[in-house]
């Protein structure tokens, strides 16, 4: 009968301590008969801010580190080995075509030889400065961005990505270094092609127009176009050609891997063919939106030369249709396509997404972080 009467008194003791402890609500999680209210609050925790929980861990705040600096480094080994093509492309892209007149930059080779005797190396090297001081935040937070994502969809590693999910992970992470660089990328544009031989570098009486530089020609573009908006001119179809340009070459240079990488195969020259080939694809299934966020951005040019002004990213599509049909769209994709996929007689030049793709990778491993590409 004692013990019978002892289970009442603690039945009814619980209540009568509750309101001396309100207070922590770490006491309750430790309770072992409140596994209700213990799921509740992890619930709440995986609620909470996404960057300071990160950055509280010690271990995820060192990931973030070595992703971001292997981000930053890829980007800008990437960019350098291939900025005359770069250029060239730009330059392709946006150099005014009328009947009865040659381009400027017909080819390759001859565009890069005219680029060469009239303005040498700095010629080639032009705009890469801010290519470069726009390419490492950008590509550092592509890397993070989708590493972080990757982890959050397999629930931290514990399942595994199928390809769509890998598609969405990389166009979110397109998207958010697209808006943390644009202004960079619009003003290295504008730079690209001031100085070239399009016409858009002479006054009128002939005599050269004076370059500017990065802080210049940003100063300029604010100035003369509307503030931060002028900044951000041509951002909707950069980010609409980015998103799955991204998406695709993630998801492409990941399955590549499964298939060209095993295990007991994972060579430079395998892996720097991986990225070749992912790059291919995805600039060319997505290229026509890269020449559309050109045209954009060099719309706010006050010269005649550069041709039609476009009302709209729509209007600028239809235009280059009825203009020049379906090849414009494609304008300039010969040397990017090179920018890809370079082999310079015996001395094998790793190809822009290649060369993206292994020293990320390479410069993980050195800081001690293991590759999670499969």
């Given at each position: 009968m004692a013990s019978v009467q002892a289970q009442p008194r603690l039945s009814h003791s619980p209540p009568s301590q509750a309101p001396l402890i309100p207070s922590p609500?770490?006491?309750s999680t430790s309770q072992p008969t409140s596994a209700p209210a213990l799921a509740q609050q992890v619930q709440e925790l995986q609620k909470a801010p996404v960057a300071q929980t990160l950055w509280n861990d010690a271990k995820r705040r060192q990931e973030l580190i070595v992703y971001f600096?292997?981000?930053g480094c890829a980007g800008a080994a990437s960019r350098t080995v291939v900025s005359p093509l770069e250029r060239l492309k730009i330059l392709q892209q946006v150099q005014p075509r009328q009947a009865g007149r040659a381009v400027a930059y017909s080819g390759v080779w001859a565009g890069l030889v005219k680029m060469w005797r009239e303005e040498g190396f700095r010629g080639f090297m032009r705009g890469n400065g801010v290519n470069c001081v726009?390419?490492?935040p950008y590509s550092a937070v592509q890397f993070t961005s989708y590493e972080q994502l990757k982890k959050w969809f397999s629930s931290n590693g514990q399942k595994k990505l199928d390809t769509p999910t890998r598609l969405c992970a990389g166009a979110l992470a397109g998207i958010c270094s697209v808006v943390t660089t644009y202004p960079l990328d619009l003003v290295r544009s504008r730079l690209s092609i001031a100085s070239a031989s399009l016409s858009t570098s002479f006054n009128p009486d002939g005599s050269a127009k004076k370059i500017p530089g990065i802080w210049g020609?940003?100063?300029?573009?604010y100035a003369e176009e509307g503030g931060v908006r002028g900044l951000y001119k041509g951002i909707v179809p950069t980010a609409v050609g980015v998103a799955p340009y991204v998406g695709i070459n993630f998801a492409a240079y990941e399955l590549l891997r499964g298939?060209?990488?095993?295990?007991?195969k994972q060579t430079t020259l395998r892996k720097l063919l991986c990225g070749a080939l992912a790059g291919t694809i995805s600039q060319t299934c997505t290229y026509p939106l890269d020449v559309l966020r050109r045209k954009m951005q060099v719309n706010g040019m006050k010269d005649p030369v550069l041709g039609v002004r476009y009302s709209s990213a729509t209007g600028a599509v239809i235009t280059i249709l009825k203009t020049e049909g379906i090849q414009g769209m494609y304008r300039g994709l010969w040397p990017n396509l090179r920018a890809v996929y370079i082999l310079c007689?015996?001395?094998k030049v790793a190809p822009s997404i290649a060369t993206s793709f292994f020293v990320?990778?390479?410069v993980k491993e050195f800081?001690?972080?293991?590759?999670?590409?499969?």
């Open positions: 609500p770490l006491a600096a292997a981000g726009r390419i490492v020609m940003t100063a300029k573009v298939i060209i990488t095993p295990p007991d007689d015996e001395v990320y990778e390479s800081l001690g972080q293991k590759s999670t590409f499969n």
